[in-house]
């Protein structure tokens, strides 16, 4: 088929920002189906909350204080987190790559304080359904929680390497853009795990 | 159409459906709601006929009709596009009125099939791999017994019955009497129905519950309320003592042969809870849970080889020399 | 990059003709040998790859049927055991769902959206590398582990109690869960994809009202797939955990509750069959405007209707439970959303009707299996209604009146499109015709074939007939019926053989397609057949929503994008406005590396809980690996 060209397309950038990336619309995508996840457990946690006249079920609620502190400490990260996406967008790299080791800090000491959140749910997985639901949220929490820690540990070292080129700060973004998800996640996983059983 | 057509196809229609028996069939109902969901079924299909029948004359037409002269796709009447599109508009209501009324039709007939009578004779069904536990329960506990894969109710009565499982996931289905309903591990759900005339309805679990699912029958035996009310009496007694030499001779290999570590049979003693209860074996209609019709030589196969007949039940094949089969099968067949 | 580099960068506007196909194809290839095929991210031969496979896992589930049928051909055969009976419909049920029908559409989605919007790869090419690299392992991980004897017997939905671990305590649950990780993660990444590829990958100008309808379809499929898989992921991970590491999610004396198995299964299984019957009806849009000589009545009801099976679908689940002694009146309103979803469905049957009606219909064979699936699929369609009735379902329900009903959907709502499609792409796929004749004979046999298999199916589950039971006796009345249907599916099963006949002499032997055989409308007729590595020489520009029949000389283009790395064209979400030239992923034997990792971490976490803790490192390194730029002319843009 003959062609005529209607229009040329050079000048365009090749990256860009949030929505104007793939890799914004995948992570949206990804978020989309982990968040459809996170729903669907929690669904399963009130289906059998819905069924048992006694809940917990042979336990106490979990210590109140990991849950706690870790909600506190994830509303406090999204202020490094929102900064780290400014000097990002900026392409100001020595600021990414200072961010870049705070925030894996933050992950890294949120990867901490879960372990004794676990140590502190007061129930075992084989307990009762409500230690297997509790148990099952709490674990994809932190799957999401490290993976994202691993993303951002590695994210980090790249930008200290020559790999670092312009289109590695839309990257960056497309990671803060993700924590905010990790955030946003376990607030109502906080509120069900550590709350509705104190109801 | 030609005589010989229809004929062949009458043939045709008859040799498909022979011995079409109607024991277990939701098309030859015999109780109240079996009856109900005829009826509501037949509604759906003559309605989901005319639906068919009418899109694939609409399609005939369409495909045999003379066509529009011009040959290049995009050249459009606009008469046609905007009036197909107000038609098809018009068809979409049609079929929201449609299956609204066919949810009215079905939530009516859904009331009726389960609408429940307070003064219901209550069975209590327990569900087995694979075999049915049942029980008469009564306000005296000298009136209720327990026996196994028969039942049998008065016709014209309501009978309720509360459905449980001993393991996995059984559903309840006598197609002739109503529909379904399953036995669920740790829930307690319950079906009614009332039998119209006397008869056999044969009855199968409808859920798959693992390797011999297909071997998980029973019977519903209906009987005029008077038979019901003497045979109950008698089934609420304890087994009879064998009389002769050869039954007596069963009635100990029984419990020698640990037959009676799973099986109970009233008054003697053998009191085992695995199996089913055999108290009044003798009067059953079939062995192994509806798998055989009950005679002294379907129930000498089924014990001197149970895996073979069904193969991965539970029951284990006891070593038994012929003399002691046969006074077992005695024994057992005149537990009337 | 600055611009004094992007001064020195070879674009397609300083080269023409042939020079720019050879420069474009050198770049765009998969690598030759075998460590070149293994690292292909070409979305053309992943599809490839997915579509055959597929129909692989089509034959071994055909013939699974067959075996089947044999065994109910009379009373009390003993041709198969009943434990090999039960594994043998359990596999084929899960076969043919997880490992064909779903992956089949998706494959299809795979190969032909990129064309279809006219860009050059799927979006992220890797990651549909991955994802039919865990088809496949997981489609052979179920397989191998039913040869050995280990192949699931619990049924394709495998209700607890019967799958715990008390009631199989062997690893039959096991293969079958994680089969269900495998095929799911596979799904969720070309779902991912497909939304990915169609928000942001379309050529310029292809505005919202312009996507072709098969896009629209896989569109909302690749939605159905993002919100219903979670569900079976959460369930099939926790069956495991109860079988492996004894928690307490289906056990009632801990607080536990079968039930909670099915409304999980469900909530999944009822958009399965969406996600199996919308790119179905994609596929008849398609091919009937091609051969009805116009274009489908109303492109924007059918769209709507799409999007509103997707929403409608996603509140029927429980009309699969109405047995299980829920509340009444809550069953009755569930009869009437899942009768309501004949809504959406009934107004597509209606533009397709008006389409024909209006069009100057030729009858070759894509058409002649979209006449089949109307047939077909409006039986299978009504019956749905009937068995959406609560009174009515518990005659029917683990009858196989549902047998009967669920095949019509599925064979008539997808397997008939599909075929239709097969005839319809090939030409494209491969660069030949497949035989009109032979096409014909095929047509015939599978419709022939499929009603007598099935439609007596109705009449043997009214008549008391229950599901998945190995054998029934001669005094039921079923054995003439039975017969009947297992000569059906033999017939049924011939037309396959025919089909493959067919693609195994065409490949060689057939007429040369040409860039657009069937005189079509859409993007993926406006370059060659087979097409190249990057799909078009030069990104199209859309103007119309047939392009190709608002213009069949001249094909209106962008220049401007690289002619030395991989570079798409990124445009916006609504009115398809470039905006981005972004690197596309070049070639990577990575993902075939994970998907071993992976496969290995799934397969050993069946055996022990430890195998999270030493199947992750292998895994995280593989992605490291997968992720870290390698300095190419992609990753240093």
């Known amino acids: 088929m003959k062609q005529t060209i209607v229009r040329n397309v050079a000048e365009l950038p090749t990256f860009g920002f949030g929505p104007r990336s793939g890799p914004w619309w995948g992570a949206m995508g990804f978020m989309a189906l982990e968040g459809m996840g996170f729903a669907i457990a929690i669904g399963t946690y009130l289906y059998l909350y819905a069924v048992n006249p006694t809940w917990p079920i042979g336990a106490s609620p979990p210590d109140l204080w990991p849950g706690t502190v870790e909600a506190a400490l994830y509303l406090l990260s999204i202020i490094p987190n929102e900064y780290t996406n400014r000097v990002a967008q900026r392409q100001d790299l020595p600021r990414v790559r200072i961010c870049l080791i705070v925030m894996s800090l933050i992950g890294i000491v949120l990867l901490v304080l879960r372990g004794f959140e676990f140590a502190h749910l007061n129930t075992r997985w084989d307990n009762s359904a409500y230690g297997s639901v509790v148990w099952l949220i709490l674990g994809l929490h932190t799957t999401h929680l490290a993976t994202d820690v691993g993303d951002t540990v590695v994210l980090a070292v790249l930008m200290f390497t020559h790999h670092a080129k312009p289109r590695r700060f839309s990257d960056v973004t497309d990671n803060v853009f993700y924590w905010n998800f990790v955030v946003l996640a376990w607030l109502p996983l906080y509120f069900l795990l550590d709350w509705v059983p104190r109801l | ?336 | 990059m600055s611009m004094a580099a992007d001064d020195r960068e070879l674009r397609d506007e300083s080269l023409d003709g042939l020079q720019l196909s050879a420069q474009l194809e050198r770049i765009w290839r998969t690598p030759s040998g075998l460590l070149g095929a293994l690292m292909s991210v070409d979305h053309k031969v992943v599809g490839r790859r997915y579509i055959v496979t597929a129909f692989a896992f089509l034959l071994l589930g055909g013939i699974l049927a067959m075996l089947m049928r044999v065994q109910l051909a009379g009373p009390e055969k003993t041709f198969l055991s009943p434990d090999k009976y039960n594994q043998i419909f359990t596999m084929h049920g899960s076969t043919m769902m997880f490992l064909f029908a779903v992956p089949v559409m998706e494959a299809f989605a795979v190969y032909l959206v990129p064309l279809m919007v006219g860009t050059r790869n799927i979006a992220f090419p890797r990651l549909n590398a991955f994802s039919f690299w865990m088809f496949l392992f997981g489609g052979c991980f179920l397989w191998i582990s039913f040869l050995l004897n280990v192949g699931p017997d619990v049924g394709w939905f495998a209700y607890v109690p019967l799958s715990s671990l008390q009631f199989t305590p062997t690893k039959r649950a096991d293969v079958w869960a994680q089969m269900i990780t495998f095929t799911e993660v596979a799904a969720l990444a070309v779902a991912v994809e497909i939304v990915v590829t169609v928000f942001k990958l379309r050529a310029p100008g292809m505005t919202l009202d312009r996507i072709p309808l098969f896009v629209w379809a896989m569109l909302v499929t690749a939605f159905l797939v993002m919100f219903a898989m979670p569900s079976i992921m959460v369930a099939s991970t926790s069956l495991i955990l109860d079988r492996l590491v004894n928690t307490r999610f289906y056990d009632s004396s801990s607080g536990g509750h079968p039930l909670l198995w099915q409304h999980l299964f469900w909530f999944f299984g009822h958009p399965e069959v969406y996600i199996i019957f919308i790119p179905g009806t994609g596929m008849v849009s398609m091919i009937l405007a091609t051969f009805a000589r116009r274009p489908v009545i109303g492109y924007p009801v059918i769209i709507l209707s799409l999007i509103a099976i997707g929403f409608l679908s996603f509140g029927l689940w429980v009309h699969h439970m109405f047995v299980t002694g829920l509340p009444q009146l809550g069953a009755g309103l569930f009869t009437a959303s899942s009768m309501l979803i004949a809504v959406p469905s009934g107004l597509q049957i209606f533009c397709w009707l008006a389409t024909l009606w209006d069009g100057r219909p030729v009858y070759r064979t894509p058409l002649l299996f979209v006449l089949g699936f109307i047939a077909i699929f409006v039986i299978g369609g009504l019956s749905g209604v009937m068995v959406a009735s609560v009174p009515i379902d518990t005659q029917v329900h683990d009858t196989y009146f549902v047998v009967a009903h669920f095949h019509y959907v599925l064979i008539g709502g997808a397997v008939f499109p599909l075929l239709g499609a097969v005839y319809y792409w090939f030409p494209k796929i491969t660069g030949r015709m497949l035989s009109e004749s032979v096409g014909r004979w095929n047509f015939w046999l599978a419709f022939i074939g499929f009603n007598v298999a099935f439609f007596p199916m109705h009449i043997l589950g009214l008549i008391g007939m229950p599901r998945r039971v190995y054998t029934y006796t001669a005094e039921m009345g079923w054995e003439r019926l039975n017969l009947l249907s297992s000569v059906g599916a033999f017939i049924f099963a011939l037309s396959f053989a025919l089909l493959l006949a067919n693609v195994i002499y065409s490949l060689r032997k057939g007429a040369r397609a040409g860039d657009n055989p069937w005189n079509a409308s859409t993007l993926e007729w406006a370059t060659s057949s087979p097409p190249p590595p990057h799909n078009f020489d030069r990104i199209p520009v859309v103007k119309h929503r047939d392009p190709l029949w608002a213009d069949s000389e001249s094909l209106p283009v962008v220049a401007g994008l690289s002619a030395e790395r991989r570079e798409v064209l990124l445009t916006s979400l609504a009115e398809a406005e470039p905006q981005v030239r972004e690197a596309s992923p070049e070639p990577s034997i990575w993902p075939l590396l994970t998907a071993i990792a992976t496969t290995v971490f799934f397969i050993g976490s069946i055996f022990t809980p430890w195998a999270v803790l030493w199947g992750t490192p292998p895994m995280a390194i593989t992605l490291i690996g997968w992720f870290w730029p390698t300095g190419s002319r992609e990753d240093e843009a």
């Open chain 2, 1 to 336: 159409m030609p005589v010989r057509v229809r004929t062949a196809l009458v043939f045709l229609a008859t040799w498909l459906l022979a011995a079409c028996s109607g024991r277990q069939s939701a098309l030859d109902p015999q109780g109240l709601q079996s009856d109900q969901i005829r009826h509501t079924l037949f509604i759906f299909l003559i309605i989901a006929a005319i639906v068919w029948i009418a899109v694939m004359v609409v399609l005939g037409i369409g495909m045999l009709r003379r066509k529009r002269a011009s040959n290049q796709p995009l050249d459009l009447d606009r008469r046609f596009e905007e009036g197909s599109g107000r038609l098809i508009l018009g068809l979409g209501i049609a079929t929201v009125i449609i299956v609204l009324g066919l949810s009215f039709v079905s939530y009516a007939g859904q009331r009726t099939v389960f609408a429940k009578d307070e003064n219901a004779l209550t069975l209590k069904i327990i569900g087995h791999q694979w075999w049915w536990e049942v029980h008469y329960e009564a306000d005296s506990p000298h009136q209720s017994f327990v026996t196994a894969n028969e039942i049998r109710i008065p016709t014209g009565q309501p009978v309720k019955v509360e459905l449980e499982s001993a393991d996995v996931i059984h559903s309840f289905w006598v197609p002739s009497l109503t529909g379904k309903m399953d036995l669920i591990t740790g829930q307690k759900n319950e079906l009614q129905f009332t039998a119209k005339n006397a008869g056999i309805y044969r009855g199968q679990c409808a859920e798959f519950c693992g390797l011999q699912h297909a071997h998980m029958a029973f019977a519903v035996i209906a009987l005029p309320p008077d038979e019901f009310g003497r045979w109950r009496d008698h089934e609420n007694q304890s087994a009879n003592s064998p009389a002769d030499p050869l039954g007596k001779q069963g009635e100990d290999l029984f419990r020698g042969r640990g037959c009676a570590l799973c099986h109970n049979i009233r008054g003697t003693l053998a009191g085992g809870q695995l199996g089913p209860d055999l108290t009044h074996v003798g009067n059953r209609t079939t062995v192994a849970a509806g798998t055989l019709p009950l005679s002294p030589a379907t129930l000498g196969a089924w014990i001197a080889d149970p895996q073979h007949i069904k193969p991965g039940n539970l029951m284990p094949r006891m070593p038994l020399q012929s003399d002691e089969l046969i006074a077992i099968i005695h024994y057992l067949e005149q537990l009337k």
